[in-house]
Nanobody, 123 residues
Framework: QVPLVESGGGLVQAGGSLTLSCAAS????????MGWFRQAPGKEREFVAA????????DYADSVKGRFTISRANTNNMVHLHMNNLTPEDTAIYYC????????????????WGQGTQVTVSS
């Protein structure tokens, strides 16, 4: 088990920035690849970004590439999503997810999920 708790969501104006954090517990965190996904109202959950256990490999959805940065700190079991130049299209519930092994873009590859944190970007 890798219990996950997201934080850092909120309301921000277009063009602004937010940093989301995901706190993980359990000794297996350091071996886990971590992903961020989001789900907007009426839409399917979509991949945002992922990072492998060492932080040496990352992947981003085209829609966020160049604006979002994923990072992790294994010393305190944290993963962060730094979001810049936010647009109303980024409005969604953001979820942190974990899996053993390599990073994947498919949500069904991640067995562990947090409860999500709401991000709202006003125009």
């Amino acid at each position: 088990q890798v219990p996950l708790v997201e934080s850092g969501g909120g309301l921000v104006q277009a063009g602004g920035s937010l940093t989301l954090s995901c706190a993980a517990s359990g000794r297996t965190f350091v071996l886990a690849s971590m992903g961020w996904f989001r789900q907007a109202p009426g839409k399917e959950r979509e991949f945002v970004a992922a990072i492998n256990w060492s932080g040496g490999s990352t992947d981003y959805a085209d829609s966020v590439k160049g604006r979002f940065t994923i990072s992790r700190a294994n010393t305190n079991n944290m993963v962060h999503l730094h979001m810049n130049n936010l647009t109303p299209e980024d409005t969604a519930i953001y979820y942190c997810a974990a899996r053993g092994g390599n990073i994947f873009r498919a949500a069904h590859e991640y067995p562990y999920w947090g409860q999500g944190t709401q991000v709202t970007v006003s125009s």
